[in-house]
């Protein structure tokens, strides 16, 4: 059997005390090339077609075959001590690699957990995501998605029904959209990619979105999310091509949301100037395997972009802010190899250009139920912020009201912010306006801060809220914007 590199660990990230959940396991190993096809039923494509158009292969980090059992251990937290693997798991018929979802776990206090898993005989471990546990119910849940994916059909891996298998068998998120090149997708394939979402569809475990990516070269890239079981393809160039004007047309009428990404991109990006619509253009993707579009790296930006021309000044997401669009912050994958959620294209062997890039990110949802229609309404609300595929728990709130809202009053402004990782945070950096207004280098897995600001203020002032772990992993709010007036 392979040497084993770690063992990955997923929990929820909200649970009520006395609530059962369960845990996604994943034992993992050094990351080979493998035949695309891991979900049955369908025409197994390997060979000569196991690679994109860009040169990627489909990759695995799990051991075809693996037996032996994990260790859990958390605080406060009563389940199963162990969970042998004999052969019979993985996530398809079939299936011999060493991936289980292990239930029965319950936490029996308040608080801020996580759960260890490790493997006795080689010492591989992993920790879990931050889990908060609260007394009653919550309100609202934290759940975790990648919205943004490619296919087989334009220049990714995959066809649809093998990236949701993905996504919610072995990526462990909570919902998902394919958002493929719409200029590459025929009529008759977008039908089909709309049947595979509603089929993948499955309201308190699995929730998927209809989505495209309406690629221009003049406006930059947009994705678009309908709300409901269907929506039309919108492309900037071939059938039925549309302008960006009609794509926010096209938006309004459906009630969809158009959302902007890498948009700090010389080659791929979005000039600000161009247009905005911002009943409909309401959130954008701040960050995805092509860096993070926040801020310039001469600002402090750890992972710029790169690739294509590397960054343009002008179009980062603070220029759009500052600008007065309201944007809500969301992250992405933009992946194009096969594996939402937990992405290996930084693996790629002979992909010179890969080295250019950076791991995907994801979008933290404060839901009230795990469904299609209350994912778009916290999509729609900017109920949401973005990280670098970390798990990190983050809630803000101003004078009450959670990120993404919109404020009215001339009084004091109580910012609070609570943020749990798994590693402790390195730093809290709170934004008034775009420019850095406090710092807390916390150096604790688990804080509780609170801000006032009783400076007056000018019409529009905005908030957000920046979050670094000691491993880089990194989290941005979305903001919550202060009008003058009475509340």
Known sequence: MPPLAKIRVVAPSTVAVGELFSVHVKVLAAPYVTPWTCYQGLPRVAGPFNRSPRGIRYMDNVPKEWTGKVRFDAPHCTGPDEFRFDGRQGVFPGDTRPIATVSGFCFDRPGTWVLSACEPRSGACGVSNPVKVTAEKPARRLVWGDPHSQTVFSDGLRCPEELCAFARDEGALDFFAVSDHAEWVSDAQWRYFTDVANAWNEPGRFTTLIGLEWTSGKFGHRNVYYPGAAGPILRSAGPGAVDLAGLYRAARAEGALVVPHHSANCQMGVDWTRGHDPEVERLCEVYSIWGNSERPAAAGNP??????????????????????????????????????????????????????LWPQGITGAWVRELTREALFEALWER???????????????????????????????????????????????????????????????????????????????????????IDGAMAWSSPIWVDGGRP
């Open 303 to 356: 992972r710029p972009i790169r690739a294509h021309g590397g960054e343009c000044p002008g179009q980062h997401v603070l220029d759009a802010l500052r600008l007065g669009r309201r944007y809500g912050l969301v992250g992405g994958g933009d992946i194009h190899d096969g594996r939402p959620g937990d992405e290996l294209h930084t693996q790629q062997p002979d992909m010179p250009m890969y080295a250019d």
């Open 383 to 469: 109920r949401v912020y973005a990280t670098t595929n970390a798990r990190i728990i983050l809630e803000f709130t101003l004078n009450g009201a959670p990120m993404g809202a919109q404020l009215r009053g001339d009084g004091p402004r109580l910012l609070r912010v609570n943020a749990a990782h798994s590693v402790p945070i390195a730093r809290v950096e709170v934004l008034r306006g775009g420019d850095d207004w406090q710092c807390e280098t916390p150096d604790k897995a688990c804080i509780a801060l609170e801000f006032t600001d009783t400076e007056p203020r000018t019409e529009g002032t905005w908030y957000s809220v920046r979050i670094t772990g």
